[in-house]
Nanobody, 118 residues
Framework: QVQLVESGGGLVQAGGSLRLSCAASRMIFSISTMGWYRQAPGAPGSQRELVASIGRSDFTNYADSLKGRFTISRDNAKNTVYLQMNGLKPEDTAGYYC?????????WGQGTQVTVSS
């Protein structure tokens, strides 16, 4: 199993930056893919959208609309994945959830709220 704990969310003004962290309970070099999804306020869980993902080989994937503003990275020594978010917009307001794919199963964190004020 994999436990994931997110941190770094909060309230920020439009144009600001935040860095989210996702700490995993096991060595992340053993996890095939980790990443972030987000869920807009009031949206059901089925509408959670991919923000970014990163594989063991550091191959990254981003939602097209977020390329250039968001950067995902991993620190294997700290078993942590990061999401650097720059140029935040009010429409980025959402719950941000870390996930991991490990041995064919998906694991999710509890989420961290990001609120961007205009």
């Amino acid at each position: 199993q994999v436990q994931l704990v997110e941190s770094g969310g909060g309230l920020v003004q439009a144009g600001g930056s935040l860095r989210l962290s996702c700490a995993a309970s096991r060595m992340i070099f053993s996890i095939s893919t980790m990443g972030w999804y987000r869920q807009a306020p009031g949206a059901p869980g089925s509408q959670r959208e991919l923000v970014a993902s990163i594989g063991r080989s550091d191959f990254t994937n981003y939602a097209d609309s977020l390329k250039g503003r968001f950067t995902i990275s991993r620190d294997n020594a700290k078993n942590t994945v990061y999401l650097q978010m720059n140029g935040l917009k009010p429409e980025d307001t959402a719950g941000y959830y870390c996930y991991a794919q490990y041995l064919g199963r998906d694991y999710w964190g509890q989420g961290t709220q990001v609120t961007v004020s205009s």
